[in-house]
Every structure is written in C-alpha cells, then in structure tokens.
C-alpha cells in the first residue's frame, strides 16, 4: 500500500478525532473535505471533484462512499478497508446513496456531523445532502474538528514539511540564474517546478505565481509569459511540496539597479517579517501576528499598500489553494502554539508608482521564537 505515515500515526489521529466527536456528542461525521480522508486514512485521490463521503462512526469504524474510478485509489492508498460505490447515471443522486449507507450503519435517528466548509462539497451536492438528512437524524455543521486537528503536526508531518521546505529552497535555486535581462518567465517557472519534482516533490495544491514588470503586483496566478527587461521586477510565490505537505516561500527578485522606492518596500517588508516572527510565539494569536504586521508597515506609511491578511497555517492541502485556516488576520483570537507550519507574507504592492515587493517563508512554531524553515536569508535579491 502507498501510505507515507505509520499505522499508529493514522490510528493517533483517528483518535484524536474520536474524543472530538465524543465532547461534541456526535455519533457520525461525514467528511468531503479531501484534506481531512487523507490526514484520517491516507486516502490520496483528486476524485473529491465528484461526490464521495467518509463516514466515520463513534466507535471509529469508517465506511467510504465514491465512485468506480476511486475504488482501487483508496484501496491502494489509505487505511479504509469498507468502501461503498455508487453509480454514475442519468438522473443519479449520490445524497441517496449515502442515505441508505447511513441507514445501514444504523444510524437513523443520530446526531451527525457534516463537514459543509470545503470544496469537497459543492453547494448543489449540499442542498442535496440536506434534503437527504433533514428528517433522517440531528444534523450539526463539523466543519471546522478535522481542520483544526491538522492545525498541530505531530513529529512526522513536521518531516514532511522540512523537507517541502528544502524543495522550496532548491526551486528558489534553480530560478536565479535565469533572473536576468532577457530571461523568460516560462523557463523560470519550468525550473523552479521541475526542481521540485526532480526532488521527488509534488504537484502543489494552487499554481505558482509569477509576474513581472506591471504583473510583479498581482498576487494571483494569470496565464501569459514575458520576459525581463533590464531594470524589471519578478514577483514569485511557490511552494515546495512533498507528500501533499507544503512549505511556501514569496520573494520579488530586481534585474538592474535598485529603485529608490524598492529599497524603501523592501526595508518596510524585511523589517514587518521580523515583527510578525517575533509575535509568532505561544502566548500571541493570529491576530496579534497581523497586528505586528500592520503596525510596522503603518510606521512605513504604507497601509494602503499591505493586504487584510499576512498568512496563514500550511499542511498537506489539495486543488485549488494551499492555503489553510486560521489565518494572520486582524482579531483572529486562535492562539499560537508549538508545531504548527505557518507561511508569514508581507505583500506591499504600489500602484501609484507600479513598485512590488514580498518577502515571505515557512516557520515552524516552538515553545518559544519559530524556526524558519529556509536555509534562505531575507536579504534583497538583485540579479
């Protein structure tokens, strides 16, 4: 089988699980959410885009409902051994199917869990879902248990995370020495991932981003190359990814000579990520890492040109974004506590003068300062 933990790690977590589900009463959860099958089982597949369910019973016993083409995928990936198809055809409603699943599981009538918040359940399948349910049993939004378990990396995640961190460095590596006048973002963009997958990484969970010149301020993924002039700026995000786990990075890499306004954006930045680095201690929330955050680009004068959140937790994430929950945004009262993976970006982007600068990687919390997981400094790169 092509498990990449232990049996006990995925017998800890269902555990784990199970007491939440017992201080919350419930006899059942259904997860849809693909990151929560494969941090419970293993179970590695991009068939979530489709409707399947895992059932997870009080006394831990897990039934998984999908479709023929992920039979031998969970067969052969995960821990589940009970897997329920059903059938692709016209008219075919799987909410059924899972109706009837749960009625032979014995659970009319029980207080059940729905994990609703993931792209995993699309709002159609939900209303389904619940048409289903609401005269079968209690029904209770479990959105959030599964996440905030995966929130805490327990020794052999935070191994999965270090080494998406060394890809993520290699990938860094690869790109520079094309950085240059006349260099083309798509063989940029074809080193730093091959780098990844040469590494023995994955696919990440969203594209790369990249951009340069009038594109360097954007800080989503568009379609379309260019190449570097000789005084250019090249915004990139990436993650390297290992094992579904993800460790993201963020830089803006100057060709030519240093603006006078990059230099006073990348002084702001360097100087914000120290902050939000020395409030990611447990004691401090998210919140109050954003605040580090905003503080300081405040003292910069630039509000207007920092974004409403600075980061977010990673770990092993599916299609479409490595972006995980909580996030560093302004009151968010979840407390910061070791071993989590969190990404702290400072994003400043001037429109007025169409200048960008980022400067951002991956930490490892601890009972005291985070340990970045880069062996990258936080110096200006300038080619």
Not at 56 to 85: C, E, F, P, W
């Given at each position: 089988?092509?498990?990449?933990?232990?049996?006990?790690?995925?017998?800890?977590?269902?555990?784990?699980?199970?007491?939440?589900?017992?201080?919350?009463?419930?006899?059942?959860?259904?997860?849809?959410?693909?990151?929560?099958?494969?941090?419970?089982?293993?179970?590695?597949?991009?068939?979530?885009?489709?409707?399947?369910?895992?059932?997870?019973?009080?006394?831990?016993?897990?039934?998984?409902?999908?479709?023929?083409?992920?039979?031998?995928?969970?067969?052969?990936?995960?821990?589940?051994?009970?897997?329920?198809?059903?059938?692709?055809?016209?008219?075919?409603?799987?909410?059924?199917?899972?109706?009837?699943?749960?009625?032979?599981?014995?659970?009319?009538?029980?207080?059940?869990?729905?994990?609703?918040?993931?792209?995993?359940?699309?709002?159609?399948?939900?209303r389904r879902v619940d048409?289903?349910?609401?005269?079968?049993?209690?029904?209770?939004?479990?959105?959030?248990?599964?996440?905030?378990?995966?929130?805490?990396?327990?020794?052999?995640?935070?191994?999965?995370?270090?080494?998406?961190?060394?890809?993520?460095?290699?990938?860094?590596?690869?790109?520079?020495?094309?950085?240059?006048?006349?260099?083309?973002?798509?063989?940029?963009?074809?080193?730093?991932?091959?780098?990844?997958?040469?590494?023995?990484?994955?696919?990440?969970?969203?594209?790369?981003?990249?951009?340069?010149?009038?594109?360097?301020?954007?800080?989503?993924?568009?379609?379309?190359?260019?190449?570097?002039?000789?005084?250019?700026?090249?915004?990139?995000?990436?993650?390297?990814?290992?094992?579904?786990?993800?460790?993201?990075?963020?830089?803006?890499?100057?060709?030519?000579?240093?603006?006078?306004?990059?230099?006073?954006?990348?002084?702001?930045?360097?100087?914000?990520?120290?902050a939000v680095e020395k409030?990611?201690?447990?004691?401090?929330?998210?919140?109050?890492?954003?605040?580090?955050?905003?503080?300081?680009?405040?003292?910069?004068?630039?509000?207007?040109?920092?974004?409403?959140?600075?980061?977010?937790?990673?770990?092993?994430?599916?299609?479409?974004?490595?972006?995980?929950?909580?996030?560093?945004?302004?009151?968010?009262?979840?407390?910061?506590?070791?071993?989590?993976?969190?990404?702290?970006?400072?994003?400043?982007?001037?429109?007025?003068?169409?200048?960008?600068?980022?400067?951002?990687?991956?930490?490892?919390?601890?009972?005291?300062?985070?340990?970045?997981?880069?062996?990258?400094?936080?110096?200006?790169?300038?080619?």
């Open positions: 089988m092509a498990l990449h933990f232990e049996r006990s790690e995925f017998d800890a977590r269902r555990d784990r699980l199970l007491i939440e589900m017992a201080e919350k009463k419930l006899d059942a959860v259904l997860l849809f959410a693909q990151e929560s099958m494969y941090w419970l089982t293993g179970y590695d597949t991009f068939g979530f885009c489709f409707f399947q369910c895992l059932v997870v019973k009080a006394d831990g016993s897990m039934v998984l409902l999908t479709r023929s083409a992920d039979l031998r995928q969970a067969r052969h990936t995960s821990t589940i051994d009970n897997i329920v198809l059903w059938t692709d055809r016209d008219s075919a409603n799987p909410a059924i199917d899972l109706r009837n699943l749960l009625n032979d599981l014995d659970l009319l009538g029980a207080r059940i869990g729905v994990e609703y918040d993931t792209h995993g359940l699309t709002a159609y399948n939900g048409e289903q349910l609401q005269t079968f049993g209690q029904i209770a939004d479990a959105s959030g248990i599964v996440g905030r378990l995966r929130l805490f990396k327990s020794p052999a995640e935070v191994a999965k995370a270090e080494k998406a961190a060394s890809l993520a460095d290699d990938a860094l590596d690869a790109a520079l020495p094309l950085i240059k006048q006349g260099g083309d973002e798509a063989l940029i963009l074809a080193a730093m991932q091959g780098a990844i997958f040469a590494g023995g990484g994955d696919y990440p969970a969203n594209e790369f981003i990249i951009g340069s010149g009038a594109d360097a301020l954007l800080c989503r993924y568009k379609a379309g190359r260019r190449k570097l002039t000789k005084n250019d700026q090249l915004t990139l995000e990436w993650a390297g990814v290992f094992h579904h786990y993800h460790a993201a990075m963020m830089r803006t890499v100057l060709t030519g000579k240093i603006s006078k306004r990059h230099q006073e954006l990348f002084d702001a930045a360097r100087a914000a990520l120290l409030a990611m201690t447990p004691g401090n929330t998210f919140g109050d890492v954003f605040d580090a955050h905003a503080r300081t680009l405040e003292a910069h004068n630039l509000t207007k040109h920092r974004l409403n959140a600075c980061g977010y937790s990673l770990g092993a994430r599916f299609t479409p974004s490595w972006m995980d929950m909580p996030m560093f945004y302004q009151g968010n009262p979840e407390p910061i506590a070791p071993n989590m993976t969190l990404f702290a970006h400072m994003i400043i982007m001037d429109s007025e003068t169409e200048t960008a600068m980022t400067l951002g990687r991956t930490y490892l919390t601890t009972e005291s300062a985070p340990k970045p997981l880069s062996r990258h400094d936080l110096d200006l790169i300038v080619q």
